[in-house]
């Protein structure tokens, strides 16, 4: 859909086709960054104030400690029900004219265009935005790439009054948990791990602060699950196909950038179009996943070590401009020459911790 839309704002034609019927839902964390913000607005997205709800800060914790971070530029986070913002993308897409096409799953690709069902959609351009688990990838020969480690996350919504106006991240000895508020009376419940039989449930006996938070609420919908983690493509273009979102690779759960990134992709890829090429695409695919890529691998670092997830959350609450130096520096806000600058900052205080 962001793609969909970025392309129509560039003064193309364009056609969705999709097997499934809308709204349409997948697990997710439900959160945007403020960068992912940004490109929402770039977008022309307009999520009613009555179906989302705003979030300011970042907050770490686990059985004994707590630092958080606070957004230091002019947008705040933003939360909001992954099938409440496919809707209002489905509005912004209908009112630039895009074709929508539910229930007609793709069949194949060729030089001259995409099969649906019995029909020929002629394109000039193939996007393949369709996951992780991509056919456009497979029919076009990018499917190749050095294997990743992928981890297994689970979400599901609790009906609960919101007890932080920050995006959580609860650490456990196996497991992260993430709480974010996506209403007045909802609470989006995630938790990701190296084990795929470690379900929602059993996570929250592994994360007690969590489970206390959220004890006796009513659980209101189904728990779905998805696959996470840094995987990377040698190539997400070829001829007149080229890949975003999912499709094209994806960062783990834990830096909450998968939307964002995506979106950003969806623009750069509009953008790059106009030149009649998808080579310089490539480029600027690869430039966007640099920071969150290493992002996820700082924080994984603490993955399954709770001596340094507690020596951690020491230091970030010691010293909570690191924390909002590399909270900065995850949204985009400062300059990638400075994660190495911050990255030996925080060592040294863990060293000296």
Not at 75 to 96: C, F, I
Not at 121 to 126: L, T
Not at 132 to 148: C, E, Q, T, Y
Not at 241 to 267: H, K, N, P, W, Y
Request: include cysteine.
């Amino acid at each position: 859909m962001a793609a969909a839309i970025a392309m129509r704002q560039q003064g193309f034609r364009v056609t969705v086709a999709d097997g499934a019927e809308p709204p349409i839902d997948k697990a997710c964390g439900e959160g945007f960054l403020p960068d992912g913000v940004a490109e929402l607005e770039r977008l022309g997205i307009q999520i009613p104030s009555s179906e989302m709800r705003p979030f300011f800060g970042i907050r770490f914790l686990n059985e004994s400690r707590s630092a958080s971070a606070e957004f230091s530029g002019t947008r705040n986070g933003l939360a909001v029900r992954r099938t409440v913002l496919h809707r209002v993308m489905m509005e912004r897409a209908k009112q630039l004219d895009v074709e929508l096409l539910w229930r007609a799953p793709v069949n194949g690709i060729s030089a001259e265009g995409v099969q649906v069902g019995g029909r020929l959609i002629r394109a000039r351009w193939i996007v393949g935005a369709d996951g992780a688990n991509s056919p456009v990838r497979r029919w076009a020969g990018l499917d190749h790439g050095p294997k990743p480690r992928m981890r297994f996350a689970f979400r599901q919504h609790v009906r609960v009054a919101p007890w932080s106006d920050h995006m959580e991240v609860y650490w456990g000895a196996r497991c992260q948990g993430y709480a974010t508020a996506v209403s007045d009376d909802q609470v989006c419940l995630a938790l990701a791990s190296n084990n795929p039989q470690l379900r929602v449930e059993d996570g929250l006996a592994e994360l007690p602060a969590l489970k206390a938070r959220i004890s006796g609420a009513e659980i209101v919908s189904r728990e779905r699950g998805a696959l996470t983690g840094n995987h990377k493509f040698t190539r997400v273009q070829s001829g007149k196909v080229a890949l975003i979102g999912d499709a094209s690779g994806t960062v783990d759960a834990i830096t909450g950038e998968g939307l964002g990134l995506a979106f950003r992709q969806a623009m750069a890829l509009a953008e790059t179009l106009k030149s009649g090429t998808l080579v310089p695409y490539e480029r600027a695919h690869r430039r966007l996943g640099v920071r969150p890529r290493w992002m996820a691998r700082l924080m994984l670092c603490m993955d399954r070590r709770p001596a340094l997830q507690e020596r951690t959350l020491s230091v970030l609450r010691k010293h909570p401009e690191i924390f909002r130096r590399l909270l900065e520096l995850h949204i985009g806000e400062r300059p990638a020459l400075d994660a190495v600058k911050d990255g030996l900052m925080l060592g040294w205080r863990l060293l000296t911790a």
